[in-house]
Structures are given as C-alpha cells and as structure tokens.
Nanobody
Framework: QVQLVESGGGLVQAGGSLRLSCTASTRTFSNFAMGWFRQAPGAEREFVAAISWSGGSTVYADSVKGRFTISRDNAEKMVYLQMNSLKPEDTAVYYC???????????????WGQGTQVTVTS
C-alpha cells in the first residue's frame, strides 16, 4: 500500500513563495509518476503538475507554467512543488498523487495524499 503525506502548505501573501513536499511510503517509489493537483472550495479538482518516474519529463498546467516547479528525489522518496509568484487564485487544497504515467487526468492516479492547504492573500 502506498501512503502519501503532503506538507509545506500555509498562508502567504501574493507574490510570495511556498514549497510543498510529499513523502511516499513505498518500496517502489521510483516506479511511479507523481502529480500535484489542487481543489478550491466549490471547484473541481484540477491538474497542477506531474513528473515522470525518472524525473526526466514534466508537465504543467498553463496557469502555473513559469511559476511552479515539480521535482523529485527518488532516493529520499520525495516529490516537491516549488511555488513562486503566488496569486490569490492559487488558493486551494493541494494533493500529491502517484500513478503509472505523468498525465493530467486525475483518474489515472492510483494513490492520493490527504492534502495540504495553501492560502494566498491579496
């Protein structure tokens, strides 16, 4: 069973930065693509970023390109989301997910963390 735990969320002013971390408890972490999704109140969960098992390929939502960076450390079984130039519309619960491919569809991911709140104020 794969368990994912996010951390690093918090309250930040617009223009600020946060770094989210996701710790995975699985022997085969390096075999998983990892993704970040977010869900604002009253909205559907949306794709943010994904990274392949090797870290060689990344995918970003248009809304975060140039501002967010996804990375991973397979030795430490960690995935990160560096968020810069944050905007109020980035406010959401951010979820870490693991699956076979680095894709945008949430249904393709098999395991999910509990989420961490990110709030960006004006």
């Amino acid at each position: 069973q794969v368990q994912l735990v996010e951390s690093g969320g918090g309250l930040v002013q617009a223009g600020g930065s946060l770094r989210l971390s996701c710790t995975a408890s699985t022997r085969t972490f390096s075999n998983f693509a990892m993704g970040w999704f977010r869900q604002a109140p009253g909205a559907e969960r949306e794709f943010v970023a994904a990274i392949s098992w090797s870290g060689g390929s990344t995918v970003y939502a248009d809304s975060v390109k140039g501002r967010f960076t996804i990375s991973r450390d397979n030795a430490e079984k960690m995935v990160y989301l560096q968020m810069n130039s944050l905007k109020p519309e980035d406010t959401a619960v951010y979820y870490c997910a693991a699956g076979p491919w680095a894709v945008v569809a949430s249904a393709e991911y098999d395991y999910w963390g509990q989420g961490t709140q990110v709030t960006v104020t004006s």
